[in-house]
C-alpha cells in the first residue's frame, strides 16, 4: 500500500470523525421533500375581551315629584344681583325641558330665598328679583308665561340653620312648587278571560293650592313680637279641699223576736 493511499484513509477518517463531534453536513442535491398527509388545522383565535361596562349614568338635577320640581343642583347668580350666570343656562334648559313634558302642571310658582345675612328688606327685594329672573329665563326659552308665577320670601322660610355656613348656603334657593295641576282618575273594568283593562270612565279634575302671599312688613313685626312676648304664666295649683268628717254612725238596734207558738195540750187518756 503506498504512503499516498494511507494518507487518504487517514484524512477520510479524520472528516468522519470531525463530523461526528458536532460539525456541519450540507444537504446534497436540490430535490425536495415531499411531505404526505394532511396538518392539523391551526388553533382557533382566543375570543375577544368583552366590552368595559358603560359608565353610571349621572344622577338627575331635575325631577318632578307630586307637588313640585326638585333641583338637586343651585341656580348660579352673581353676587347681591338678580343676574344668572351662564354656568346654570344648561340647568334652567333642563327645567324648562321638565315643565313642558309635565302637561298636567298648569301653574307653577317660583319662589326665591335668602339667608339671614345682612338687612331684610334687602334680601326679601334680591330674592324677589333672582325669583323674577328664572321666570323671564325660562318664558323666553318656550314655557307659557300664564303658567309660571314668581315671587320671593327673603329669609322667611329657612330649612337650615342660619347659625352656621353651610345652612345658610342651604337658604339661599329657587324653589318650584306646583300650586294648580291637572290630575286624572279612571274607572277600569279587568277582563276576566285576556286580563285587559277597559276603560269605563275617564274625568280630568284641577287640584288647586292657594299660593302664599309673600310677608309684609307687618307680618313680620308681628312674628317678632311673638317671638318676643313671655309666654302665658301656668295657673297656680289650688290645694284639694278637706274632706268633711263624717257623722258617726248609730249602732244597730236588733229587731225584737216575736214570742213562739204555745204547743197544743194533750187529751187526757180514761182508765181502764
Known amino acids: ?24 453536513v ?21 375570543p375577544p375581551p368583552p366590552p368595559p361596562p358603560p359608565p353610571p349614568e349621572p344622577p338627575p338635577r331635575v325631577e318632578l315629584r307630586d307637588n313640585k320640581i326638585e333641583i338637586h343642583e343651585k341656580i348660579q347668580f352673581e353676587v347681591n344681583k338678580a343676574t344668572i350666570l351662564e354656568a346654570s343656562f344648561s340647568l334652567l334648559d333642563e327645567i324648562g325641558s321638565v315643565i313642558k313634558k309635565a302637561t298636567n302642571a298648569k301653574k307653577i310658582a317660583i319662589e326665591g330665598h335668602a339667608s339671614s345675612e345682612g338687612d331684610k328688606n334687602l334680601n326679601l327685594k334680591l330674592s324677589d328679583a333672582r325669583a323674577k329672573a328664572v321666570m323671564k329665563y325660562l318664558v323666553d326659552h318656550g314655557i307659557e308665561k300664564e303658567r309660571l308665577t314668581a315671587k320671593g320670601f327673603g329669609s322667611n322660610k329657612p330649612i337650615a340653620d342660619n347659625a352656621t355656613e353651610e345652612g345658610k348656603e342651604k337658604n339661599r334657593r329657587v324653589e318650584f312648587n306646583i300650586i294648580e295641576q291637572a290630575v286624572t282618575s279612571k274607572k277600569v273594568e279587568i277582563d276576566p278571560k285576556t286580563g ?12 288647586k293650592k292657594d299660593e302664599e302671599p309673600a310677608p309684609t312688613d307687618a307680618d313680620k313685626k308681628k312674628a317678632e313680637e311673638k317671638k ?22 248609730a249602732p244597730a238596734t236588733p229587731a225584737p223576736k216575736a214570742p213562739a207558738a204555745p204547743k197544743p195540750a194533750t187529751p187526757a187518756v180514761p182508765g181502764k
Open 1 to 24: 500500500m503506498s504512503k499516498k493511499y494511507i494518507s487518504q484513509i487517514i484524512l477520510l477518517s479524520g472528516a468522519v470523525l470531525v463530523a461526528g463531534c458536532g460539525g456541519t
Open 228 to 249: 318676643t312676648a313671655p309666654g302665658p304664666k301656668p295657673a297656680p295649683l289650688k290645694a284639694p279641699a278637706p274632706k268633711a268628717d263624717a257623722a258617726p254612725k
Open 26 to 46: 450540507a444537504f446534497q442535491g436540490t430535490q425536495a421533500l415531499s411531505v404526505t398527509g394532511t396538518p392539523p388545522p391551526p388553533p382557533p383565535p382566543p
Open 196 to 207: 285587559k283593562e277597559k276603560v269605563l270612565e275617564e274625568k280630568v279634575s284641577e287640584v
